[in-house]
Protein backbone atom coordinates (compact mmCIF):
# COMPACT_ATOMS: atom_id res chain seq x y z
CA UNK A 1 0.00 0.00 0.00
CA UNK A 2 2.87 2.54 1.13
CA UNK A 3 4.35 1.72 -2.01
CA UNK A 4 1.25 1.97 -4.36
CA UNK A 5 0.88 5.88 -2.78
CA UNK A 6 4.55 6.66 -3.66
CA UNK A 7 3.85 5.31 -7.03
CA UNK A 8 1.00 7.54 -7.44
CA UNK A 9 2.56 10.08 -5.84
CA UNK A 10 4.83 10.14 -8.36
CA UNK A 11 3.19 10.10 -11.28
CA UNK A 12 1.69 13.22 -10.32
CA UNK A 13 4.80 14.58 -9.65
CA UNK A 14 6.02 13.55 -12.83
CA UNK A 15 2.97 14.88 -14.22
CA UNK A 16 3.57 18.38 -13.09
CA UNK A 17 6.83 18.95 -14.01
CA UNK A 18 5.93 17.81 -17.40
CA UNK A 19 2.63 20.13 -17.47
CA UNK A 20 5.02 22.68 -16.28
CA UNK A 21 7.51 22.23 -18.87
CA UNK A 22 5.10 22.38 -21.56
CA UNK A 23 3.92 25.61 -20.87
CA UNK A 24 5.17 28.55 -22.15
CA UNK A 25 7.33 31.33 -19.54
CA UNK A 26 6.61 34.64 -20.92
CA UNK A 27 10.07 36.28 -19.77
CA UNK A 28 11.63 33.57 -22.30
CA UNK A 29 9.16 34.63 -24.92
CA UNK A 30 10.29 37.97 -24.71
CA UNK A 31 14.34 36.78 -25.37
CA UNK A 32 13.24 34.47 -28.01
CA UNK A 33 11.59 37.15 -30.04
CA UNK A 34 13.70 38.99 -32.00
CA UNK A 35 13.20 37.34 -35.31
CA UNK A 36 9.26 38.52 -34.59
CA UNK A 37 10.37 41.93 -34.16
CA UNK A 38 11.40 43.07 -37.27
CA UNK A 39 8.00 42.48 -38.87
CA UNK A 40 5.47 41.95 -36.14
CA UNK A 41 7.17 44.75 -33.54
CA UNK A 42 6.34 47.28 -35.97
CA UNK A 43 3.02 49.05 -36.10
CA UNK A 44 1.25 48.93 -39.36
CA UNK A 45 4.46 47.08 -41.19
CA UNK A 46 3.35 46.00 -44.55
CA UNK A 47 4.20 42.22 -46.17
CA UNK A 48 5.01 43.23 -49.64
CA UNK A 49 3.78 40.65 -52.12
CA UNK A 50 0.54 40.46 -51.59
CA UNK A 51 -0.01 44.12 -50.05
CA UNK A 52 -1.61 43.52 -46.36
CA UNK A 53 -0.47 44.54 -43.20
CA UNK A 54 1.15 41.94 -41.03
CA UNK A 55 -1.00 40.19 -38.73
CA UNK A 56 -1.47 42.02 -34.63
CA UNK A 57 0.06 39.20 -32.23
CA UNK A 58 -0.79 41.41 -29.23
CA UNK A 59 -3.51 39.42 -26.91
CA UNK A 60 -4.02 36.47 -29.54
CA UNK A 61 -4.73 32.96 -27.92
CA UNK A 62 -1.56 31.34 -27.62
CA UNK A 63 -3.06 27.78 -28.42
CA UNK A 64 -3.50 29.94 -31.88
CA UNK A 65 -0.28 31.45 -32.15
CA UNK A 66 1.00 27.59 -31.33
CA UNK A 67 -0.82 26.24 -33.67
CA UNK A 68 -0.06 28.61 -36.27
CA UNK A 69 4.05 28.24 -36.06
CA UNK A 70 3.09 24.76 -35.88
CA UNK A 71 1.32 24.96 -39.18
CA UNK A 72 4.02 27.06 -40.35
CA UNK A 73 6.75 24.70 -39.28
CA UNK A 74 5.26 21.67 -41.17
CA UNK A 75 4.25 24.21 -44.25
CA UNK A 76 0.78 23.21 -44.02
CA UNK A 77 0.89 27.11 -43.77
CA UNK A 78 1.97 28.86 -46.55
CA UNK A 79 4.27 31.63 -45.54
CA UNK A 80 8.30 31.31 -47.19
CA UNK A 81 9.22 34.09 -44.48
CA UNK A 82 7.09 32.17 -41.64
CA UNK A 83 8.14 28.95 -42.38
CA UNK A 84 11.77 29.55 -42.55
CA UNK A 85 11.35 31.04 -39.23
CA UNK A 86 9.57 28.54 -37.44
CA UNK A 87 11.38 25.59 -39.03
CA UNK A 88 13.79 26.82 -36.24
CA UNK A 89 11.65 26.84 -33.41
CA UNK A 90 11.53 24.20 -30.79
CA UNK A 91 8.01 23.24 -29.20
CA UNK A 92 8.76 25.34 -26.29
CA UNK A 93 10.16 27.77 -28.21
CA UNK A 94 6.56 28.17 -29.71
CA UNK A 95 4.84 28.02 -26.38
CA UNK A 96 7.31 30.16 -24.94
CA UNK A 97 6.87 33.35 -27.96
CA UNK A 98 2.79 32.49 -27.56
CA UNK A 99 2.92 33.01 -23.50
CA UNK A 100 4.67 36.17 -24.57
CA UNK A 101 2.33 37.46 -26.70
CA UNK A 102 -1.00 36.26 -25.44
CA UNK A 103 -0.80 38.39 -22.39
CA UNK A 104 -3.24 41.23 -21.93
CA UNK A 105 -1.79 44.72 -22.70
CA UNK A 106 -0.98 46.71 -19.54
CA UNK A 107 -3.38 49.54 -18.80
CA UNK A 108 -3.67 52.44 -20.75
CA UNK A 109 -1.42 50.54 -23.21
CA UNK A 110 -4.12 49.28 -26.12
CA UNK A 111 -4.14 49.85 -29.15
CA UNK A 112 -6.72 51.54 -31.27
CA UNK A 113 -8.89 49.47 -33.33
CA UNK A 114 -7.51 48.32 -36.46
CA UNK A 115 -10.40 49.91 -38.90
CA UNK A 116 -8.09 52.83 -39.99
CA UNK A 117 -4.91 52.68 -42.05
CA UNK A 118 -1.71 54.57 -40.27
CA UNK B 1 -31.15 70.82 -71.77
CA UNK B 2 -29.11 72.28 -69.60
CA UNK B 3 -31.08 71.41 -66.40
CA UNK B 4 -31.54 67.81 -67.62
CA UNK B 5 -28.09 67.35 -68.12
CA UNK B 6 -27.21 68.14 -64.75
CA UNK B 7 -29.90 65.83 -63.53
CA UNK B 8 -28.08 63.29 -65.27
CA UNK B 9 -24.97 63.90 -64.09
CA UNK B 10 -26.35 64.37 -60.67
CA UNK B 11 -27.71 61.10 -60.45
CA UNK B 12 -24.65 59.43 -62.08
CA UNK B 13 -22.48 61.03 -59.19
CA UNK B 14 -24.80 59.67 -56.59
CA UNK B 15 -24.79 56.49 -58.08
CA UNK B 16 -21.02 56.12 -58.21
CA UNK B 17 -20.62 57.67 -54.88
CA UNK B 18 -23.12 54.63 -53.08
CA UNK B 19 -20.86 52.54 -55.39
CA UNK B 20 -17.29 53.62 -54.14
CA UNK B 21 -18.70 54.16 -50.50
CA UNK B 22 -16.32 51.71 -49.17
CA UNK B 23 -16.51 48.41 -46.57
CA UNK B 24 -19.52 48.68 -44.75
CA UNK B 25 -18.96 47.36 -40.87
CA UNK B 26 -22.53 47.31 -40.85
CA UNK B 27 -23.20 45.02 -43.64
CA UNK B 28 -19.72 43.02 -41.95
CA UNK B 29 -22.13 42.79 -38.97
CA UNK B 30 -24.69 41.32 -40.59
CA UNK B 31 -22.79 38.45 -42.44
CA UNK B 32 -20.90 38.12 -39.38
CA UNK B 33 -23.71 35.90 -37.66
CA UNK B 34 -21.63 32.48 -38.81
CA UNK B 35 -18.26 33.64 -37.30
CA UNK B 36 -19.74 34.19 -34.11
CA UNK B 37 -19.89 30.76 -32.66
CA UNK B 38 -16.51 30.05 -33.17
CA UNK B 39 -14.91 33.80 -33.25
CA UNK B 40 -17.61 35.45 -30.58
CA UNK B 41 -19.99 38.00 -30.99
CA UNK B 42 -17.46 40.87 -31.46
CA UNK B 43 -14.23 38.64 -32.76
CA UNK B 44 -12.95 38.65 -29.02
CA UNK B 45 -12.89 33.99 -29.30
CA UNK B 46 -13.58 32.53 -25.66
CA UNK B 47 -11.92 29.35 -27.14
CA UNK B 48 -8.48 29.56 -27.39
CA UNK B 49 -8.14 27.58 -30.93
CA UNK B 50 -9.79 30.30 -32.90
CA UNK B 51 -8.16 33.75 -33.05
CA UNK B 52 -9.55 36.49 -32.04
CA UNK B 53 -10.91 39.07 -34.99
CA UNK B 54 -11.57 42.29 -32.52
CA UNK B 55 -8.95 44.75 -33.07
CA UNK B 56 -7.09 42.80 -36.34
CA UNK B 57 -5.21 44.78 -39.09
CA UNK B 58 -8.43 45.22 -41.86
CA UNK B 59 -5.89 44.06 -44.69
CA UNK B 60 -4.96 40.94 -43.11
CA UNK B 61 -8.40 39.77 -42.11
CA UNK B 62 -9.08 40.17 -45.81
CA UNK B 63 -6.08 38.69 -47.08
CA UNK B 64 -6.65 35.41 -44.86
CA UNK B 65 -10.60 35.55 -45.62
CA UNK B 66 -9.47 35.76 -49.60
CA UNK B 67 -6.79 33.00 -48.82
CA UNK B 68 -9.56 30.88 -47.60
CA UNK B 69 -11.78 31.04 -50.26
CA UNK B 70 -8.70 30.40 -53.08
CA UNK B 71 -7.71 27.33 -51.28
CA UNK B 72 -4.11 28.98 -50.97
CA UNK B 73 -4.64 28.95 -46.86
CA UNK B 74 -6.36 25.43 -46.46
CA UNK B 75 -8.57 24.82 -42.48
CA UNK B 76 -11.37 22.81 -42.72
CA UNK B 77 -14.04 25.12 -41.61
CA UNK B 78 -13.06 28.37 -42.76
CA UNK B 79 -12.27 26.94 -46.36
CA UNK B 80 -16.49 26.30 -46.06
CA UNK B 81 -17.41 29.04 -45.08
CA UNK B 82 -15.08 31.27 -47.45
CA UNK B 83 -16.18 29.87 -50.52
CA UNK B 84 -19.51 31.64 -50.52
CA UNK B 85 -18.16 34.55 -49.62
CA UNK B 86 -18.47 37.73 -52.45
CA UNK B 87 -15.33 40.44 -52.82
CA UNK B 88 -17.48 42.77 -50.54
CA UNK B 89 -18.66 40.51 -48.32
CA UNK B 90 -15.20 40.01 -47.14
CA UNK B 91 -14.30 43.53 -47.02
CA UNK B 92 -17.46 43.97 -44.93
CA UNK B 93 -16.66 41.46 -42.76
CA UNK B 94 -12.81 42.58 -41.93
CA UNK B 95 -13.87 46.12 -41.61
CA UNK B 96 -16.17 44.97 -38.75
CA UNK B 97 -13.95 42.83 -36.73
CA UNK B 98 -10.93 45.29 -36.93
CA UNK B 99 -13.54 47.90 -36.10
CA UNK B 100 -14.19 45.67 -32.18
CA UNK B 101 -12.84 46.64 -28.93
CA UNK B 102 -10.84 44.45 -26.19
CA UNK B 103 -9.10 42.20 -28.83
CA UNK B 104 -5.11 42.36 -30.40
CA UNK B 105 -2.95 44.94 -30.15
CA UNK B 106 0.37 45.93 -31.25
CA UNK B 107 3.43 44.52 -29.30
CA UNK B 108 6.77 44.45 -29.46
Known sequence: ?118 | MNRSLALVLSGALVLSLAACSGPSPELGKEKSVVCQSCHGVDGNSTDPQFPRLAGQYEDYLARALTDYRSGQRRNPIMSGFAAGLSDADIANLAAYFARQKNGVYDKW
Open chain 1, 1 to 118: MQTLLRSIALVLALGYVATAHSAGDPAAGARKNGMCQGCHGIPGYRHVYPDYRVPRLGGQHAQYIVNALQEYKSKARSNTTMQAIAADLSDQDMQDLAAYYSAKPAKAAVAPAGGTKP
